[in-house]
């Protein structure tokens, strides 16, 4: 089967013996998708949302968004960094319906 990392390094990453380019599918076995199923920078072409070539994560651009986590909750990120977790789906679609200054405006409250 067919694996993408999805993170947003610019070079090759490797994983458990198997080294990926961004962008690029490896082929990998069940037992490597089984040790990277709560990963969220791995997944199959369907949830890398990006072609196979000339993929690449515009890390300039710093937004909020909350989206599940590897423990079955929901978190805030700015970009790839987690900055608030364990929210509910509930909370997490709410912060998503929010404006980008609220939820900067959120977030800022938080600290």
């Given amino acids: 089967m067919k694996v993408f990392y999805i993170g947003d390094a610019k070079g090759p990453v490797e ?7 961004p962008g690029k599918a490896a082929d990998v ?30 890390t300039t651009v710093e937004t909020f968004e909350a989206r599940l986590n590897g423990s079955g909750k929901y978190s805030i990120y700015r970009g790839q960094t987690e900055l608030v977790d364990d929210l509910s789906a509930k909370d997490a679609e709410a912060f998503n ?6 939820k900067s405006e959120y977030v800022d409250s938080l600290d």
Wanted: aromatic share 14%; glycine share 10%; net charge negative.
């Fill in 97 to 102: 319906g929010m404006s980008a200054q609220e």
């Fill in 15 to 21: 994983a458990y013996g198997t080294v990926f380019e």
């Fill in 29 to 58: 076995d069940d037992s490597f998708k089984d040790k990277v199923k709560a990963n969220p920078f791995f997944g199959d072409k369907a949830s890398a949302k990006a072609p196979e070539k000339g993929f690449e994560i515009d």
